[in-house]
């Protein structure tokens, strides 16, 4: 396995980790604080950091020369904006385990897109282990038996997740794109600086009229969780790891996050994974390796218009 193979696993398993840790905090704080709430303030310390790395790396005078603003705004809506809120409004009206099936999608939708955009000529390697990650996540939330994949009922907050995660695989496309001329760095804080400027008034409003914010030390240490981990470090691996491995073969290391929630409330929590968890771990983090082993075949990379 080549070193930036070994890198890109490295950091999207980190990545899929502080977003398992996202997804736990995300559910404890909605009773403290809404949806618009959570997103402003986690851009806001998540903003202020990606600042302080630019301008440490030298990296903040590169801003001054980027021509396109169009796409980069375009980055922002889908991968900031569009996605968090989509999923937040999506999981307050559906069930965790229709969310997670949906989701699933990810890596099969995101392989066509970048298929159809950037040519790629992907490996039956490729859709062998998107077929074993989507196996795998599908039987840890029927609970080891498929049968009750058929007693699923969807509703509308399904819609908002389905939405979301069409949202993230353009933004996968578009971050292609953009880091072709862009470090992942300088790609990933501008995402989230730009979405400040559509989320900050909205988090302001909802905090100030339809729900208020209850703080406690709890609520306010897992915001500042939230703020460091997902929103800076897993989005700036993320999208290094993309960089280095095509948002195809990475779209799939998304199917970790429901493992790493299994392993985080065993650690913290207690609470011991079934014996059907085990087993569909096992197959979620193979077909994702085997997925890394072996890149799509080289084409012509896209210009950015």
Aim: charged content about 10%; some cysteine.
């Amino acid at each position: 396995m080549k070193s930036d193979t070994i890198k890109a696993v490295v950091l999207l398993n980190i990545a899929g980790l502080l977003w398992g840790g996202n997804m736990i905090l995300g559910h404890y704080l909605k009773d403290y604080f809404g949806p618009w709430s959570i997103i402003s303030t986690r851009l806001v310390i998540g903003g202020t950091i990606f600042v302080l790395l630019l301008m440490h790396s030298g990296e903040l005078k590169k801003i001054k020369q980027i021509s396109n603003w169009w796409i980069v705004l375009a980055m922002a809506v889908t991968g900031v904006i569009g996605f968090q809120s989509l999923l937040y409004y999506g999981l307050r009206l559906t069930t965790s385990t229709n969310g997670g099936l949906i989701n699933s999608l990810t890596p099969l939708l995101t392989a066509i897109m970048a298929g159809l955009y950037f040519k790629e000529k992907l490996s039956y390697q490729h859709w062998v282990a998107a077929l074993i990650t989507v196996f795998g996540l599908a039987f840890i939330l029927c609970e080891g038996r498929l049968s009750n994949l058929l007693l699923l009922q969807f509703n509308r907050g399904d819609i908002f997740i389905l939405a979301a995660v069409f949202s993230w695989v353009v933004y996968s496309i578009i971050g292609k794109l953009v880091m072709q001329t862009l470090s992942p760095l300088l790609m990933t804080a501008l995402g989230v600086l730009v979405s400040l400027i559509v989320v900050l008034p909205l988090g302001i409003a909802e905090a100030s009229y339809s729900q208020p914010p209850i703080l406690t030390t709890q609520s306010l240490l897992a915001v500042l969780f939230i703020s460091i981990g997902p929103t800076v470090l897993s989005l700036l691996f993320w999208n290094k790891g993309m960089h280095l491995i095509g948002p195809a073969r990475a779209s799939l290391f998304l199917n970790t996050v429901p493992v790493y929630i299994i392993i985080i409330n065993a650690v913290f929590l207690g609470i011991l994974p079934y014996q059907y968890q085990w087993f569909g771990m096992v197959l979620i983090f193979a077909g994702s390796f085997y997925a890394a082993l072996k890149a799509p075949s080289p084409v012509l990379n896209k210009e950015i218009k």
